[in-house]
Structure formats: structure tokens, C-alpha cells
């Protein structure tokens, strides 16, 4: 499920009750889940860029231009099966159209770097 993804790449404990999230751990884990559970939201009804500058917990991929496909791929359950396998939350910049970067998010270096 996204909440097990989101706890797992943050390494906050994150649970939901109705439409409240609760989050325990360092208050590291918390700001990274907070900033995780943000964007997810935000990217539901629009286009989202994050600023990863002087964060620890993203590995940023250019997409070259003219792989407007990679859009349809990060839905796939491929992608989704990589997240699962290394403890990442991964995030397309701007919106389903168009995408500059795939931001892939985690607590743990190896999990980003896998």
C-alpha cells in the first residue's frame, strides 16, 4: 500500500484514521513524511516541483527529452514493484504530460542507490 511505501522510505511509522495521518519517529522521519504525503496529495490535483536542494533523501534522474512515455511507465506496476524492493518513494516532477525528473526518495542511501 502507499502508506507502507511512505513509512518505509521515510522511517516514520505513518498510519491513517478516517482522513487524519499519524506519524511517529524523529522528527526527521516526520518531516519526511509530512514532505512525502504532501506531494502525493498536491500531485492528485496538479502539476508539483519539489526544491531538493540541501536534502539528503532523494537521488534526482534527468529524463531526456522526448520520453513522454516514462509517465506511463511510472504508473506501471514495475516501477512499483522497484519501489517496494528498495524501500523508495519515487515522484515525477510536473504532471503526467510532461516530466523533467524522476525523484527517487529514502531514508537509506542504498535503497536510493539500488
Known amino acids: ?3 507502507k ?3 518505509r522510505a521515510s522511517g516514520c511509522i ?3 484514521v478516517g482522513n487524519t495521518a499519524f506519524m511517529a519517529g524523529t522528527s526527521g522521519a516526520r518531516r519526511r513524511a509530512r514532505d512525502y504525503l504532501g506531494w502525493l496529495m498536491k500531485q492528485r490535483t496538479g502539476t508539483v516541483y519539489v526544491d531538493i536542494e540541501g536534502r539528503t533523501d532523494v537521488c ?3 529524463i ?3 520520453l ?3 509517465a506511463s511507465v511510472f504508473k506501471s506496476m514495475t516501477l512499483r514493484s522497484l519501489e517496494q524492493e528498495t524501500g523508495t518513494f519515487c515522484f515525477l516532477e510536473g504532471n503526467a504530460s510532461k516530466s523533467d525528473r524522476l525523484l527517487i ?3 537509506d ?3 536510493r542507490e539500488k
Request: zero cysteines.
Open 1 to 3: 500500500s502507499t502508506r
Open 5 to 7: 511505501k511512505l513509512a
Open 14 to 16: 505513518l498510519e491513517y
Open 60 to 62: 534526482a534522474v534527468d
Open 64 to 66: 531526456p527529452d522526448g
Open 68 to 70: 513522454d512515455a516514462v
Open 105 to 107: 526518495f529514502s531514508q
Open 109 to 111: 542511501r542504498n535503497g
